[in-house]
């Protein structure tokens, strides 16, 4: 009995110290009428129960304007970026936010505002 409830205190801090995933960086490159994104994460991923799974571009209304999935753990990769192309962002959209999604806590409180306007030539980088 004791093991058991001991071992479940191991597994429930494990858990814990990974935490959510935080974005650090994203460069917004525009392609015609669509966008390439590319998102950098950092999340203390600890296998395939516990890692950054996805992120994706939301415009002001809730609406995903794209979502980029990630299928295995980056354990020995951090901080890691990955790209998404073909992001249709309606022209009128000045403002979009980029979230990030871990297998244990869902969506990041942490959302990165995009200002689309202040953009200069055809991309640029935003970091929080």
């Known amino acids: 009995m004791y093991r058991f409830v001991g071992l479940a205190l191991i597994w429930v801090s494990f858990g814990v110290v990974a935490g959510e995933v935080s974005i650090e960086n994203a460069v917004f490159s525009k392609t015609g009428n669509s966008w390439h994104v590319d998102v950098t994460l950092k999340h203390a991923d600890s296998g395939w129960k516990h890692y950054a799974d996805a992120w994706r571009v939301v415009l002001p ?15 020995d990769e951090q901080p890691f970026t990955r790209s998404l192309g073909s992001v249709a962002i309606p022209a009128a959209t000045h403002k979009v936010f980029v979230e990030a999604h871990d297998k244990v806590h869902g969506w990041s409180k942490q959302r990165l505002e995009v200002d689309l306007s202040k953009r200069s030539g055809k991309g640029f980088q935003v970091n929080p």
């Open 61 to 75: 209304n809730g609406d995903v304007a794209g979502t980029r999935t990630l299928f295995h753990p980056h354990v």
